[in-house]
Each structure stands twice: as structure tokens, then as C-alpha cells.
């Protein structure tokens, strides 16, 4: 038998924490509009904090007469405060920590590798700082989608601009390939005209260099203009298309996309046609020499990228 009296060790160590007894590292943390020390333990910072376990490991940990000093520029002291007492209490307390704090709180977290920590933090966010949020998530979309542990906050946004997906195609600074991927596998992304050239137009505008006369890009801008388009290709979406829509879209753009990819697809859209018996168009296309192909798709991809 074993009894769990997880409270009373928390307390214990709330006890330490606010006392600093016997501490042997000092935290700095801050910018420098705004920097303050804090007093830790090296052994609870080890057993606690994947990162504090490398940081006091490695070369980068000084000391100070009989302190270890750490420096971290990233996190405010504001927010260091929260995590330090948790990493001593196991308690999060998000007493005036919302809006922006509240997501420099994720961060930080996910910075230090507190694990079990982030699913409570994104559930504050997601339940009791949904206005703000939803009124700034795309100021700070780019950020949330390219943390990989931030998955039940990017799920929730997906969930939401599901129920409009062309929200994501407001305007160039709402978009976002990994959204769009994300909507892409749920199956809520219907291609059309407007957003396959909405995509493309993306894609060109990530390059400066390039002019917008296709006509004119060179076979380094059209490599680089293809490398930039090919994380933003909703495959699943180009899937569900029917030939006619296939072909009207994709056809004349096969030289720049994923080679191997655009076969399968092309594939599976031949055996879905024919065995439906329709009557479909001839991917003429193919049979083309590369100067009427590049002629063909610059023409194609011009009328969007001129408007």
C-alpha cells in the first residue's frame, strides 16, 4: 500500500521556494528595458527542467564566487516568476496573466520543456482567453503552427477556420501553409480558381526578386519559385477534384510541381474517370516540348499573378 500526499510536498517545497534557503544559482532574466534575478536550486532546476539539466551540464553555466549564474534574455520576469513556481509547486497560477502574457507563457514553457505544463497553458488560452485569441490569432499564427507541441491550440484553430476556410485566403499576411495543410487534411478545403491562384500568388510574392512578367523568370527563379509553392499544394483537395477541374487547374502547372507527387495524383484521377465511363479531355499537355509547356503555364499562371 502507498499513499500519495502530493499537497503537503508541494507546500513543502512552496516553503523552499519562497524562503530561497541554501540556493546555489542565480536566474537572470529579462531585456534590457527590464531584467531581475531570481534565487533557484541547481538540484530541483536538474530534476525539474530539461533545459536547466543541459544548461548547468554544458559549458555555458558560470560561476560567481559559489553561485551558478544563468542568463536568459527570452523570458520577462514577469513570466519567470509563474514558471519558477511551478517547476518548485507543480501549480500553474494565471492570476493576471492574460492576452499577450498569457501566450509568452507557452512559449517559455515550451522553451524550457515543461511538457506537462503546456496542455494545461493551451487550455487557458483556448478556454478563458478565447476573445483574445480569436482577435489576435493572425498576428501570431506563424508562431503557434511551427511549434509542434502546440498541437491542441493549432486543432482548436483548425476546428474553427474550418467552418470558413476562406478566411485564410483574406489576405497575404492572414495565410499560412501549415493552416492550409491543416484544413487540407480534415477535408474542409474545396479548390477552386480563386484559391489555387490566391496559393500561387503567395508563393511568388515570398520571392522579391522575382518579376511579376512570368514570362521573364529564368530556370533559377522557376526553381525556386517551385520550392516555395510545394509545401502549400493541398494534395487531399486536388484529390477530390473532378478530371474537368484537374485539368483546368493543375494541368498547365505540372512543370513546377512535385514530379512524383502530381503522377500519383494524375493517376488517380485517370482511374477515377474511367471508371465512371466519362468522357474526359485528353492530357494533350504532356505530349508538349518544354518551350510550349513554359509558354503554356506562364500564360496560365501571368492571368493570376497580373491582376
Known sequence: ??????????????????????YDVII?????????????????LRAR????????????????YDKIVITNHT?????????????????????????????????????????????????????QQKDWMDKNFY??????????????????FTTRISSNPLEVFESPESFNPMILSSLDEVGCLKLNENTWGFIVNWAKL??????????KWNKSDWEEFKQTLSPCIPWKSIMNLNWNEFYDLLISCEPFLPTEKFNEVLLHQLKKE??????????????????????????????????
Open 75 to 127: 523570458i520577462s520576469p514577469a513570466i519567470f516568476e509563474i514558471i519558477l513556481k511551478y517547476i518548485y509547486t507543480g501549480r500553474l497560477e494565471f492570476f493576471n496573466c492574460v492576452g499577450k502574457q498569457a501566450l509568452d507563457l507557452l512559449f517559455a514553457a515550451d522553451d524550457l520543456g515543461l511538457e506537462e505544463a503546456l496542455g494545461q497553458i493551451q487550455e487557458y488560452l483556448i478556454y
Open 139 to 156: 498576428i501570431y499564427h506563424r508562431s503557434i503552427y511551427s511549434r509542434k507541441s502546440f498541437s491542441s491550440l493549432q486543432n482548436h
Open 206 to 215: 515570398q520571392i522579391p526578386t522575382l518579376t511579376t512578367q512570368v514570362t
Open 1 to 22: 500500500m502507498s499513499f500519495h500526499l502530493l499537497q503537503k510536498l508541494s507546500r513543502d517545497l512552496n516553503k523552499i521556494f519562497e524562503t530561497k534557503a541554501y
Open 28 to 44: 537572470r532574466v529579462g531585456d534590457n528595458t527590464e531584467t531581475k534575478e531570481f534565487q533557484a536550486h541547481s538540484l530541483i
Open 274 to 307: 474511367c471508371s465512371s465511363n466519362s468522357n474526359i479531355r485528353s492530357p494533350i499537355s504532356f505530349q508538349f516540348n518544354e518551350t510550349i509547356l513554359n509558354i503554356c503555364h506562364a500564360t496560365l499562371i501571368s492571368s493570376w499573378i497580373d491582376k
Open 49 to 64: 527542467v530539461p533545459y536547466f539539466h543541459q544548461y548547468l551540464q554544458s559549458d555555458q553555466a558560470k560561476q560567481e
